[in-house]
């Protein structure tokens, strides 16, 4: 094998994270909402008789299909499926960090504008919905916890072909879990994460010291 054939592989290869193909790829959407003149988050309660984190707060959104085009296209579906609207009446939709689980996942969150008047929520997925006001989220504090994570090789690991062996140092991690509270609601978890990003972006944009914030009814 010649170095150049070899090296002309490699030119114009676009990278991505090593191992992705063996993630699930999830996509979720951060709905923004216009109510009496007010820019409000709008958020979902799962439903109470789904098998996986019955009602629990959360934002719309679910796993990428093979067929869907791209995340953005899932993240819009599955509001659209999840909140009973038209893909069409989801705008404005601009992405936000995407996020590695240590469970095997990768999300892909957006942020977009949806009617308020028009929704219909699915009751087999979406228990209830409600929002919270912009303006109080940017001003509100999280709690904020750490979930420690410990290594434990499996039986039969072999140690003795590490330096160290059953002493070695593995790098154990932690991650940080954040609960916001808003009157008789608990939101925490991967949504709570979702949405202190993007809190973050707005205070860096400095556009949160502005007198208003105006909510883009533009459609992209």
């Given at each position: 094998?010649?170095?150049?054939?070899?090296?002309?592989?490699?030119?114009?290869?676009?990278?991505?994270?090593?191992?992705?193909?063996?993630?699930?790829?999830?996509?979720?959407?951060?709905?923004?909402?216009?109510?009496?003149?007010?820019?409000?988050?709008?958020?979902?309660?799962?439903?109470?008789e789904m098998r996986r984190q019955p009602?629990?707060?959360?934002?719309?959104?679910?796993?990428?299909?093979?067929?869907?085009?791209?995340?953005?296209?899932?993240?819009?579906?599955?509001?659209?499926?999840?909140?009973?609207?038209?893909?069409?009446?989801?705008?404005?939709?601009?992405?936000?960090?995407?996020?590695?689980?240590?469970?095997?996942?990768?999300?892909?969150?957006?942020?977009?504008?949806?009617?308020?008047?028009?929704?219909?929520?699915?009751?087999?997925?979406?228990?209830?919905?409600?929002?919270?006001?912009?303006?109080?989220?940017?001003?509100?504090?999280?709690?904020?916890?750490?979930?420690?994570?410990?290594?434990?090789?499996?039986?039969?690991?072999?140690?003795?072909?590490i330096i160290g062996g059953e002493d070695?140092?593995?790098?154990?991690?932690?991650?940080?879990?954040?609960?916001?509270?808003?009157?008789?609601?608990?939101?925490?978890?991967?949504?709570?994460?979702?949405?202190?990003?993007?809190?973050?972006?707005?205070?860096?944009?400095?556009?949160?010291?502005?007198?208003?914030?105006?909510?883009?009814?533009?459609?992209?």
């Amino acid at each position: 094998m010649e170095m150049n054939r070899l090296m002309e592989q490699f030119q114009g290869r676009t990278p991505a994270i090593l191992g992705s193909e063996n993630f699930a790829k999830f996509a979720v959407l951060l709905p923004l909402v216009e109510k009496e003149g007010d820019i409000h988050v709008l958020f979902e309660v799962r439903s109470y008789e789904m098998r996986r984190q019955p009602g629990e707060v959360c934002f719309p959104g679910g796993k990428c299909d093979p067929e869907d085009k791209d995340e953005r296209f899932t993240a819009i579906r599955e509001t659209s499926e999840e909140l009973g609207i038209s893909p069409s009446a989801v705008h404005s939709t601009f992405p936000l960090d995407f996020m590695l689980s240590p469970f095997g996942t990768i999300i892909f969150p957006f942020v977009g504008v949806l009617p308020a008047d028009r929704l219909k929520p699915n009751p087999d997925e979406v228990a209830e919905v409600f929002t919270v006001p912009l303006d109080y989220l940017l001003t509100a504090v999280p709690d904020r916890h750490s979930v420690h994570f410990k290594v434990e090789p499996e039986e039969g690991f072999p140690f003795n072909l590490i330096i160290g062996g059953e002493d070695y140092n593995w790098q154990a991690r932690s991650m940080d879990e954040y609960f916001y509270f808003y009157e008789n609601r608990i939101i925490w978890g991967l949504t709570a994460r979702i949405l202190k990003h993007f809190i973050e972006l707005i205070k860096e944009s400095g556009i949160a010291s502005s007198p208003s914030l105006p909510l883009d009814k533009s459609r992209k």
